[in-house]
């Protein structure tokens, strides 16, 4: 364990180890495939995957600014990785879904992200991991659950 996180709060520890594995997940993708994809955009990307909503619900389902998620947005439709296309009914609102590009980078990021979990349950034991998963998924009494 690293030394530092010894005397951090259970808060900061989870944010910790987040920072963590998304940089380990960004460095491993980005060292081996010839796209980069940033943390937000992988975020965003999880967004619209096998799903074509809205950019408006898009922007208010991840905790990046209004502005940010459109760069990030138009940074994706640049790589070929997202298509946008105006509602059939709506001329101000715009969808947005993965290209096949697109897809097959998530898909493959997201097997990348399996063998890190396969790492961690070597390392923690998978009992650990699921009682891990349990406890981050299960309802904590907190108000924006």
């Not at 920072?19 to 997940?25: A, F, H, P, S």
């Not at 650990?128 to 998963?133: N, V």
């Amino acid at each position: 364990m690293n030394p530092e996180w010894q005397d951090l709060d259970f808060i900061d520890l989870i944010s910790e180890r987040h920072l963590q594995l998304r940089e380990i997940t960004e460095k491993l993708w980005n060292e081996t495939r010839n796209i980069y994809i940033s943390n937000s955009e992988w975020f965003i990307m999880s967004r619209i995957y096998k799903k074509k909503p809205t950019i408006a619900h898009v922007t208010k389902s991840v905790d990046i600014s209004r502005q940010a998620t459109h760069k990030f947005i138009r940074r994706l439709e640049a790589k070929g990785l997202v298509e946008i296309s105006s509602l059939e009914n709506n001329k101000k609102d715009k969808c947005i879904q993965l290209t096949p590009l697109g897809e097959e980078c998530y898909e493959k990021n997201e097997s990348l992200k399996a063998g890190i979990e396969q790492q961690i349950a070597a390392k923690i034991g998978a009992d650990k991991l699921e009682l891990l998963r349990e406890i981050l998924t299960s309802d904590w009494g907190l108000e924006d659950e």
